[in-house]
C-alpha cells in the first residue's frame, strides 16, 4: 500500500498570512501516461470534505486562486498564499494511482 | 442540482449486517465511478472501496480492512449504489461517505461530488 505522510499535523494560521502543508508518500504518484495522482481535499468543520487540487496542481471548479498545488514524484506541497477565516479545516492529500487509495492523516488549520 | 444522498445507517450490533445506498442526481450516473470513504469520530479519511461503470464490468475493489465482508453493487435503472456490511465489528464505527470519481482521460481526474454521510455504529 502507498503511505501517505502529511505534516505538520496541526497549523495555526494568522489571517492574510500565507501557509503551507505538505504531503509524502511512499512510492512516486507519477503514472506513465505522465499525470501525477495526488489531489488535495479540505473538510471544513461539520462538512463533508471538498475537493480543492486534483492532479498535483489543477484548481477544481470554483477554488480562490489563492490555492495552489505543486511537487512531483513524493513530495507534494499545497500552499495558501493569504489565508482567510473561511479556510479552516482539515486538509487532506490523497493518492489514486493504485488500490487501496490512501490519505494523509490530515493537516488540521486553525486560525490564531 | 447535483448531489449524493446516503441513506441506511444507524446502530448495529458486532457481526450484524447494514446496507447503505447512495442514490445521485443531477448528472449521468451510469457513466460515474462510485466510492465509498469512511470516518471514524475525530479521525481521518479512510477509503473503503468503489465500483466502476458498465463498460468497465462494474469491477469493484476494497480496502483490506473491509475485504471479504463488504460488497459494493449499483442499479444504475435506479441511480443507486449500495454498500453490504456484513460481519460488522466495533471498528466499522464510522460516518461513511459516498463520492462520484469522475474522469476525464488526460484532463481530470478526482473526486469531485460527496454526500452528506450516513452514521453507522456498532456497538453492542
Known amino acids: 500500500d502507498i503511505v501517505m505522510t502529511q505534516f505538520p499535523l496541526s497549523l495555526p494560521v494568522t489571517p492574510g498570512e500565507p501557509a503551507s502543508i505538505s504531503c509524502r508518500s511512499s512510492q512516486s504518484l507519477l503514472h506513465r501516461n505522465g499525470f501525477t495522482y495526488l489531489h488535495w481535499y479540505l473538510q471544513k468543520p461539520g462538512q463533508s470534505p471538498q475537493l480543492l487540487i486534483y492532479l498535483g496542481s489543477n484548481r477544481a471548479s470554483g477554488v480562490p486562486d489563492r490555492f495552489s498545488g505543486s511537487g512531483s514524484g513524493t513530495d507534494f506541497t499545497l500552499r495558501i498564499s493569504r489565508v482567510e477565516a473561511e479556510d479552516t479545516g482539515v486538509y487532506y492529500c490523497?493518492?489514486?494511482?493504485?488500490?487501496?487509495?490512501?490519505f494523509g492523516g490530515g493537516t488540521k488549520m486553525e486560525i490564531k | 442540482e447535483v448531489q449524493l444522498v446516503e441513506s441506511g445507517g444507524g446502530l448495529v450490533q458486532p457481526g450484524g449486517s447494514l446496507k447503505l445506498s447512495c442514490t445521485a442526481s443531477g448528472f449521468i450516473f451510469s457513466d460515474s465511478i462510485v466510492d465509498w470513504v469512511r470516518q471514524a469520530s475525530g479521525k481521518g479519511l479512510e477509503w473503503v472501496g468503489r465500483i466502476r461503470r458498465k463498460a468497465d464490468n462494474f469491477a469493484p475493489a476494497y480496502a483490506p480492512s473491509v475485504s471479504g465482508r463488504f460488497t459494493i453493487s449499483r442499479d444504475d435503472s435506479q441511480n443507486t449504489a449500495y454498500l453490504q456490511m456484513n460481519s460488522l465489528k466495533t471498528e466499522d464505527t464510522a460516518m461513511y461517505y459516498c463520492?462520484?470519481?469522475?474522469?476525464?482521460?488526460?484532463?481530470?481526474?478526482?473526486?469531485?461530488?460527496w454526500g452528506q454521510g450516513t452514521m453507522v455504529t456498532v456497538s453492542s
Open positions: 463520492t462520484r470519481r469522475r474522469i476525464v482521460p488526460g484532463l481530470f481526474d478526482a473526486f469531485d461530488i
Open positions: 490523497m493518492q489514486t494511482l493504485q488500490t487501496p487509495l490512501t
